[in-house]
C-alpha cells in the first residue's frame, strides 16, 4: 500500500470511528488497534491524531480542485465564475461527508475562524482567493484602484466561513439556500472589488434578514 492509498485508508477508517462513537479516537495506539494497523504504519504519514483531523479539510479542497481541474470550461471561465464554481464544487464534497462536517463543527465551542485544524484549509483557500485578486488586480489600469491580495483574501476566507455556518444550519430541499447565499455573497464581493457595491449589498441584506426572520 503506498502512502496516498494509507492516508485515505486512515481518513476512512478515522472519519467512521468518530461517526460511530460520536467521539474522537482517545489515542493513536487505540485507534491502531481499532483499525487493525500498525502504529509506524500511521506515523508514516500522519504525525498525531490531529494531524488527520487537519488533513481531513485540506483534502475537502484538494478534491474539489481536482474537480475543477478536470473542468474545461472552469480554466475558461472569469474571476466571478470561478469562485462561484469552487464553492458549488467545494459543497458538493463537504456533502458526500455532511454527517463528518457536522460533528467536527458541532463539536467546538470556538467560532470556526478559531478552529486549529482548519489551519491547511485556510491556507490553500487563501493562495487560491489570492490568484483571483491578483487577475482581478492585473485588468486595473490604476494601480490605486488595485486592493491588497492579503486583505481582500483574508476577507474571502471570512466569506467561506460564514457560507460553510450557513450550510451547517440550512434546511432547505437540496440546499437550495445555500446556493441563493453562495451567489448573493459572491455577488457582493465583486461589486465591492470593482467598486459598484450598493446593489448587491442591499441585496444580500435582504435575503440574510429573511432568511433570519424565517428561522426565529
Known sequence: MDKNELRATILSQ??????????????????????????????????????VREFIWEAFFTNTMTVLDKDKAYKKANRKDKLLSFYFTFFEVMLLNRSYVLFALNHEKKSLQ????????RKHFKAFATDLIEEGNADKESRWRQHPPQLFSEAAWVQLM????????????????????I??????????????????????????????????
Do not use: Q
Open 114 to 121: 478559531d478552529l486549529v485544524y482548519l489551519k491547511a484549509l
Open 162 to 181: 460564514f457560507l460553510m455556518r450557513f450550510w451547517i444550519d440550512d434546511r432547505s430541499e437540496n440546499f437550495e439556500k445555500t446556493d441563493a447565499a
Open 14 to 51: 478515522y472519519t467512521n470511528h468518530v461517526l460511530e462513537h460520536e467521539s474522537y479516537p482517545k489515542s493513536v495506539f487505540k485507534f491502531c488497534k481499532v483499525a487493525k494497523m500498525e502504529e509506524k504504519d500511521f506515523y508514516s504519514v500522519f504525525a498525531s491524531l490531529d494531524a
Open 183 to 216: 451567489e448573493k455573497s459572491v455577488n457582493t464581493a465583486f461589486d465591492v472589488f470593482d467598486n459598484t457595491p450598493l446593489d448587491s449589498i442591499l441585496d444580500l441584506g435582504k435575503f440574510l434578514w429573511k432568511e433570519k426572520i424565517a428561522s426565529a
